[in-house]
């Protein structure tokens, strides 16, 4: 309840899909962040946003938009990101990924 409550708080969905496009902005600008991505026009701040949002609430958002596996099979892609360093890819991500 207290994660619904909060979501509600700060302007609802919109409000995190907003703070995840603003996110997403600043992550593709980012060389480092950059090898993880393979397609920067596909829309990661509004996806990202409603999942936390149903994650939050309880209430369908991502799920009615993505098939349930959608999440793992991303990141299963961005492990095999060509733009990765040879000996990383098809890694899973470690903490060095983050810097």
């Given at each position: 309840?207290e ?34 991505m ?62």
């Amino acid at each position: 309840e207290e994660s619904k409550r909060f979501v509600q708080e700060i302007g609802g969905k919109d409000k995190l899909v907003s703070m995840c496009n603003r996110f997403y902005q600043k992550f593709f600008i980012d060389s480092h962040l950059d090898q993880f991505m393979f397609d920067k026009t596909e829309p990661h701040g509004q996806r990202l946003g409603l999942w936390m949002a149903e994650k939050m609430t309880g209430e369908r958002s991502w799920s009615l938009i993505r098939h349930r596996d959608s999440r793992s099979m991303a990141h299963a892609k961005a492990w095999s990101c060509p733009k990765r360093q040879e000996r990383d890819i098809g890694r899973r991500f470690k903490l060095p990924d983050c810097r």
